[in-house]
């Protein structure tokens, strides 16, 4: 395993990890923190569990929905 560490970027519907420079990511900057992430780099052991994390969350979250809250999330349906 590298030493490399990884920022984690939310977009829309997805999730991404990308190869950050960053080598102390509690002191460094970054525009794709968000604030419920810690930090703005993860080895990736701890990248992967805040993925799994992440599609978890997003399962249980489309299970407790109606079809129809599903399609108008997608933009589907338009709100009325």
């Not at 997805?14 to 460094?28: A, F």
């Not at 799994?52 to 489309?62: A, G, K, P």
Request: contains cysteine.
């Amino acid at each position: 395993m590298t030493e490399d560490m990884y920022e984690i970027i939310y977009k829309d519907d997805e999730i991404q990890l990308n190869l950050t420079s960053c080598k102390q990511p509690w002191n460094c900057n970054c525009n794709t923190k968000l604030d419920d992430e810690p930090k703005c780099g993860y080895p990736p052991e701890e990248a992967r569990q805040r993925f799994v994390r992440y599609f978890e969350r997003r399962i249980e979250h489309l299970k407790s929905i109606s079809t129809e809250q599903f399609m108008k999330e997608l933009g589907y349906y338009h709100y009325e």
